[in-house]
Structure formats: C-alpha cells, structure tokens
C-alpha cells in the first residue's frame, strides 16, 4: 500500500503532482509520503493493539530527521545501531525509553551516550559486548536493561545477503552460548537481564520463518525463567517483507494472526523493530533521462540518478519499478536497461524493464525506494547527495538539501608536504 497513484496520466504522491516538485527540486530526488509513513506504523500498532506492543521504527532504513519525527509523532520509537542514530533520535524528540541499542559492534563511546540518554534496551550481540556494557555502566553507576540476541538457527527465505538468522551470520548469539552468559551473570552486576532479542533477516515474505522463530525463542525463555529469569521484553525484531515487484507478502494482519496465538496468555511486553515495511513503500527517487543510447542488442536510458543514490540492485541485485512521471497516450514499450552514469558496469537501476517509449528530458521514478535508498547513497564519482522531500497532503517540503559541489570538500585539506 502507498500513496503514489496517476491522475490523468500524471504521477502524484499523495495530492501533490510529481513533477510540480522536481520542477522546483530538480532531478534526481528522492519523495517520501507522510502519510504511508503514519498508515504503515498505525497497519502494526492496530494489527497487534491487543497486546500493545512497542514498534520501534528501525530507522537504519530511512534516517531523516522528518521521517523519524513523523515516525514518533505517530507513537513509535526507534531501533538505533549507533551514535550517529542516537544523534538523530534525540533530534527528533525520541522518548528515551522507547529506543532500542541493537548492532555487533558498539563501542564503549556509544555505550555511554545511550545510558547516558536513559535508553530502553542494549540488544546484546557477544559476552565481550556484555562485559563492555557492565563497565561502563559501573563507572556511571547506573543499572541498565540489557536483551540477548539469540540466532535461532532459522532461514528466512530471502537473499543471502540480508539473512541474519542462520547460525553462520555474525548476528546473534547461539541458544547454549546465550544460556551460559546468562547462567554467568552475578559477574555483570549493572545488568539487568529482563529481555530477549531475535531479528532472523529482512524482506521475508511469508509468516513460517518468524514463527518458526519465536517458537524456539519461547521454549528458550521457558528455561531462562527455570534458571531464574524475569524477562519482561520480547524484542521480535524487523524483517516484514513489502512489494517491489510481483511478490505478495503477508499484511500487518495476516503476519499478526500467525503470530498472536503464540504468545497468547503469556505477559511479555513485545517489541518490533520494522524498517522496510514502514518505509518501502513510502518512497521513490526521481530521476531524469539525460540520453537515450541503442545499440544493436540493448536500449539504454541514461538517467541522472545512480549507483552512488540507490545501491540496491547493484548490491543485491534488487528489483525497483520504473514508473513514467506523466503517462504518454498510446505510447509503445519499449525494452530498457536503465542505467546511471557511474564509470561501473554494475551501475544498472533497472534491466530489461518494458517501459513506454523515452526521450531525452523524460522523467521517472524508481518506486520503493523509501528504505535502504538515501541511507546507503554515498559521493562516488564525486556526486553530492541528491536531496529529500516530504510530502503531505496538498504541502510538500525538502527535508535535506542536495549536496553542493563545496560539499563534496568539506573537511578536505592538502597538507604542505603535498
Ligand atoms: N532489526 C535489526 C536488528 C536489523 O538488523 C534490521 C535490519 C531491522 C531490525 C530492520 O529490518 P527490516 O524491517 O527493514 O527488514 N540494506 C538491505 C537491508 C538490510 C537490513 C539490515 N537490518 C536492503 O536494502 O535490503
């Protein structure tokens, strides 16, 4: 579901007409709809009001400052994997006690930050990271909640690249390691141990692999608690699969039905950390054909967007549609690959796409390229970051500036001795 629908022939993002805002912004941009944003954190919360659980939007997926406040405005918190997201949390008003502190590597830097800040819960990875956790704590004389992160052994049935589950991903902690770190825990006396953490992957279409999941999360609980556990937190991590193309995930409702009975009778407070299934859908990248190139066996439409603004079919090979801004009456399709103007073979947005026929100055969007799109844009070939708009309703708004040539240099220096 998303808010970006043709009114005669012309491609809109919820009341506002595409191109009216690339007319302002230029090319490429990314657009992102407030209200898909709000709809797809409400499509959880209700789907689960029965338990009241804590969606803490993972917002790894899509950082802005804008998208996070809107995110919270509609009663999420947030998952964060670093300082810099903390940064950005704390900008955007997060209630403390509605973040979650997950990723393998925090150092005691960001430790202290996150205490500091009275987070909800560390999402432990490792017994080094426990025992860095209790350090710090000590030295700041404050107790903290702390959630081992179990890897139950589960494939999620989607690429490899974005399963953490499966017992040989750096993710997690094994079921006997995570009983005896627990069963060791007098040592760690600044941790609280009330939580548990499973996340198994991303874009999982279908309810078995998480159910799978958090059955072997619930029977490891259960012998937690006969070794004299207390865990209040269920933390059931992301990984809600959205449509890029033809696949047809399960919806807020169905994943809810499948998972409910399970942990029915049972008091644990749960927590979800959804990323795509919030934002996925709730974005596009504008992009500008600069040239059209043929040659004996391909046509190539050359945009102005690349690899370097949307990295996720040259990382993992991922599908993004190719929508026309204004629809051409009784155009013919034509077959393309759509490509940016990165000196790599690999810069490729879209493959042998049937698309109606284009022209130099044509514009297109790249549809779902709200999560993992501006987050993972970087300046390769020196390109500054293309800018962000919000829009809401009739309004729309840039919510980051597009990059400057000076921007590019900022913090660059020539030493004397070069
Ligand atoms: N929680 C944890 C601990 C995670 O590692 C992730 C994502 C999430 C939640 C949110 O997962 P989601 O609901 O968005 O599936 N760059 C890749 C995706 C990487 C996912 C990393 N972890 C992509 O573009 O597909």
Redesign the pocket.
Known sequence: MHDFHYLNHELYCEDVKVSDIVKKTGTPAYIYSYKTIVEHIQKIQKAFASVKPLVCF?M??NSNLAVIKAAVKAGAGL?IVSVGELFRAKQADCDPQKIVF?GVGKTAEEIAEAIHYGILLF?VESGPELESINAVAAKLKKKVNVSLRVNPGVDPHTHHH?A?GKAESKFGIDLETAKELFRNRKKLSFLNFCAIHV?IG??ITIGEPFVEAFQKVLAFVSELEKMGARIKYLNL????GVIYDNENPQTADQFAKKILPLFKGKKFQLIF?????IVGNAGILVTEVIYIKKTNVKNFAIIDAAMNDLI?PSL?G?FHGVWPLSEKDKARKLVYDVVGPICESGDVLAKDRHIQELGAGDQVALMTAG??GFV?SSNYNSRPRICEVMVKGKKFAVIRKRETLQSLIAGESIPSFV
């Open positions: 993972a790894k997926a998952d997950a999402n974005i953490t996340h991303s874009q991590g992301g990984g809600l950390e959804p990323g795509r299934f996720r993992y991922a999560a993992y993972m």
